[in-house]
């Protein structure tokens, strides 16, 4: 699948997707059609982008919370519910 339209000045390079359980409703083209649409809904770069924009969210949670120490900050271990509502990681 190429996840985002050819570019005028260079080649597009297609990207191999695997689904390992669809646990939803949603047939294969359902799938494709949603991975591509997230290719062009990531908030941190004007374009299109290789991967979902839900897995650059995950990615950069990641990295935040790692930088940042959250785990040893954390109250008896649980995160504040409020925080799950916003993307305060951006």
Do not use: R
Request: proline share 6%; aromatic share 14%.
């Amino acid at each position: 699948m190429v996840a985002n339209d050819n570019p005028a000045t260079a080649t597009a390079l297609p990207v191999h997707y695997e689904v390992a359980i669809n646990t939803t409703q949603m047939t294969k083209d359902d799938i494709e059609k949603l991975t591509y649409q997230q290719c062009y809904g990531y908030f941190g770069f004007s374009g299109p982008i290789k991967v979902p924009a839900v897995v650059k969210y995950a990615e950069k949670l990641a990295y935040y919370a790692y930088d940042n120490e959250i785990v040893s900050k954390l109250q008896d271990g649980k995160v504040n519910p409020e925080l799950s509502n916003y993307l305060h990681f951006i």
